[in-house]
């Protein structure tokens, strides 16, 4: 009870007193607000924009603390706070720059965070014809060679679903899981039939869909806790988009199966182990402000 009553006392003490009384002896002493500091003290990335973020979140000025929601129009705002703060852009190009794209990426998270949950939120149905469609491209993409018998088909075990009806496996994390098996299986074909084949292992191998939809709950974990913020703020300077999530996405399971083969497992039954170790790394890895998420083939692609 008492650590809870100091906790809140000393955050009074330090958004009231403290943080005001510091910043008013640097705007002082350099002659420049906390936002310019800010912008020329660090490099582009996510140190730079969680602390541009930060610094608004907290201003005493209610439209200071209002430029970095959903629906702030960017431009504008970054004109506003030029205005608030008595600066000028010809005299501040770079930091109208700066701030132009820190707060794209802030609010672009926030929109993120939408558009991720309605898709999660979206059941797959087969009376859905993108749904079944799509469905059916991710056979192709993992055995362009080999055709599928029927819909209901004992043959989507051998791609990695538990039965001979795929709908049931997206319970979790609805189409938004079928959506990043997808994107990797068509854009990096060779290096998804790689990972199927090693969860095809008789002894040390895994459900390869399953395991997907799994890796699509990790991200979606680290994506709304904001531990994500780390890889975005670093390596998208725009508003990230969902297909940046399945970039992640791509990153994660091809490093997972990695991982997987490393640890060396009995059998599937480990699974739920060396899941949770994997992610208390990938957690462990984001908290460094410099991480980015990418594999070699992936940073080739986009070279």
């Known amino acids: ?60 000025s209610r439209y200071l603390r209002g430029v970095v929601s959903t629906d702030t129009d960017i431009d504008e705002a ?29 609010t672009g ?11 999660r939120k979206t059941p797959f149905s087969s009376d859905n014809s993108e749904h079944e469609s799509d469905l059916m491209k991710l056979w192709n993409n ?12 004992s043959q989507w075990t051998d791609i990695g679903f538990q039965g001979d009806n795929p709908e049931t496996d997206f319970r979790g994390m609805g189409i938004f899981g079928l959506d990043q098996l997808v994107f990797f299986t068509s854009k990096y074909p060779s290096q998804a039939r790689s990972l199927l084949s090693h969860s095809q292992h008789p002894t040390k191998g895994y ?5 997907g939809i799994n890796i699509t ?5 680290i994506f709304k806790t904001g531990a994500l913020k780390t890889h975005l703020y670093n390596l998208v300077p725009r508003k990230p988009s969902i297909r940046d999530l399945h970039e992640v ?4 399971f091809y490093e997972f199966d990695s991982f997987w083969i490393k640890e060396n497992p009995r059998d599937i039954m480990e699974f739920e182990r060396i899941k949770n170790k994997f992610q208390k790394e990938i957690e462990e890895m984001l908290q460094d402000s410099t991480t980015t998420l990418q594999t070699p083939f992936q940073k080739a692609k986009t070279s």
């Open 1 to 60: 009870m008492f650590s809870v009553l100091w906790s809140q006392l000393w955050g009074w003490f330090y958004i009231f007193l403290f943080r005001p009384f510091i910043k008013r002896v640097l705007h002082f002493v350099t002659g420049e607000c906390e936002l310019i500091r800010i912008a020329h003290g660090y490099e582009t990335g996510t140190l730079r924009t969680q602390r541009l973020e930060k610094c608004l979140s907290l201003s005493r």
């Open 78 to 106: 970054v004109d506003q706070v030029f205005y608030y703060k008595h600066l000028e852009r010809q005299k501040h190009p770079l930091f109208w720059g700066i701030l132009k794209v820190s707060l794209l990426q802030i």
């Open 109 to 119: 998270y926030q929109q993120l965070v939408a558009e991720v949950e309605a898709r």
């Open 142 to 153: 993992l055995n362009p060679e080999v055709a599928l018998q029927s819909r209901i088909s």
């Open 207 to 211: 459900f390869f869909a399953i395991v």
């Open 217 to 221: 709950s990790l991200l979606y974990h």
């Open 249 to 252: 996405f791509c990153y994660l």
